[in-house]
């Protein structure tokens, strides 16, 4: 039986190698039938090339740090605007944790929609709600995060943020990545993007703005989400529930 030839050189099997330590995520199999078109060394020019693969090593990162001077860098005023494009090594949950405390700044309900996170986000929010930045934290996570952490994560994301009533976790089909609240000085903030939590090793954007429009648009929205696709079943509150027995037992 014929050898199986291998499709990659030294160094981009080394890469492919390395890139399995990487705990956030795993390299599919890669399936390249009829590759006859591909160079079977360096020097044999064509238009097409593998990917290049890198390996990005976690001790070179500097995390809260980088997500500390961007939110420094910012002016919390009304109509204000920042697009950025951030490193692998930048950890969104940790700039929400340093744009509230950098700022002072309080919410009394925050709502956040993420695909995936880690647990060193479940702690920073949880520092958030115990120091009183955060009141109430809606948080809506995918079915593809429920599915692989139902064992894992999710136990502790609900020992950790379900305090005191204040703390709703919703999962649905999602691939949003946002962050939206209303400061107790009254400025609508919205971040969004395609940075999850969790740091991906992928360079990412997001955008983060003072706008009331959008902030009352994203209000609606996941609002019908969480209400549909709440998974902690909370006590209902005086005058909700007039409404809801209202709406029952008479016609308007």
Same mark, same amino acid.
């Given at each position: 039986m014929a050898k199986e030839q291998n499709l990659f050189n030294d160094e981009q099997q080394d890469a492919i190698d390395i890139?399995?330590?990487?705990?956030?995520?795993?390299?599919?199999?890669?399936?390249?039938?009829?590759?006859?078109?591909?160079?079977?060394?360096?020097?044999e020019e064509t238009r097409y090339t593998l990917p290049h693969l890198v390996h990005y090593n976690e001790e070179e990162f500097v995390? /809260?740090?980088?997500?500390?001077?961007?939110?420094?860098?910012?002016?919390v005023t009304e109509g204000m605007r920042a697009d950025a494009?951030?490193?692998?090594s930048f950890i969104f949950g940790d700039f929400i944790e340093a744009f509230m405390t950098t700022h002072n700044c309080g919410t009394p309900k925050m709502t956040i929609s993420t695909l995936s996170m880690s647990e060193e986000n479940v702690?920073?929010?949880?520092?958030?709600?115990?120091k009183g930045y955060v009141g109430e934290l809606n948080l809506i996570?995918?079915? /593809?995060?429920?599915?692989?952490?139902?064992h894992g994560m999710l136990p502790y994301i609900y020992e950790q943020l379900d305090?005191?009533?204040?703390?709703q976790l919703a999962v649905a089909?999602?691939?949003?990545?946002?962050?939206?609240?209303?400061?107790?000085?009254?400025?609508?903030?919205?971040?969004?993007?395609?940075?999850?939590?969790?740091?991906?090793g992928s360079i990412e954007q997001f955008t983060i703005e003072e706008n009331p429009k959008l902030h009352d648009f994203y209000e609606e929205q996941f609002t019908k989400i969480i209400d549909k696709y709440a998974t902690i079943k909370k006590p209902i509150r005086?005058?909700?529930?007039?409404?809801?027995?209202?709406?029952?037992y008479f016609k308007d």
């Open positions: 890139l399995g330590d990487i705990g956030n995520f795993d390299i599919p199999d890669i399936d390249m039938p009829n590759l006859d078109f591909l160079p079977s060394d360096e020097t995390l /809260y740090d980088n997500a500390v001077k961007l939110a420094k860098e910012l002016r494009f951030i490193a692998g702690d920073s929010l949880r520092t958030l709600m115990e996570i995918s079915v /593809y995060f429920w599915g692989h952490e139902r305090i005191d009533n204040r703390f089909g999602m691939h949003t990545k946002t962050v939206h609240f209303t400061t107790h000085g009254g400025k609508k903030i919205v971040m969004h993007g395609s940075a999850n939590l969790r740091s991906s005086n005058s909700k529930a007039w409404d809801i027995f209202t709406k029952k």
